[in-house]
C-alpha cells in the first residue's frame, strides 16, 4: 500500500524533527511513509487511531500488501 520511508528508532532521544508548517518537536518513534496509494478507507483508520497507536496502524497499512 504505501513504502516506508523511514522510521526512527525510540532509543535516539537527540533527534529532532522540523515541519515546513512550524512545527518541530522530538522525532522519538517517528515514522515516515510514502501514502500516495492509500484508499479513503485507509485514511479513515489513520483518522480513528488514537494518537498512541496511530504510527503503528500506518506501518500495519503500509505493510499489508
Known sequence: MGKIIS??????????YFALDGNYGEAHGMVVID???W?????TQIEEASDSERAQVAL???TKN
Not at 7 to 13: G, L, V
Not at 39 to 43: G, H, L
Open 60 to 62: 500495519d497499512l503500509t
Open 7 to 16: 522510521i526512527e528508532p525510540t532509543t535516539n532521544n537527540s533527534t529532532t
Open 39 to 43: 484508499s479513503e478507507d485507509d485514511w
Open 35 to 37: 501514502t500516495t496509494k
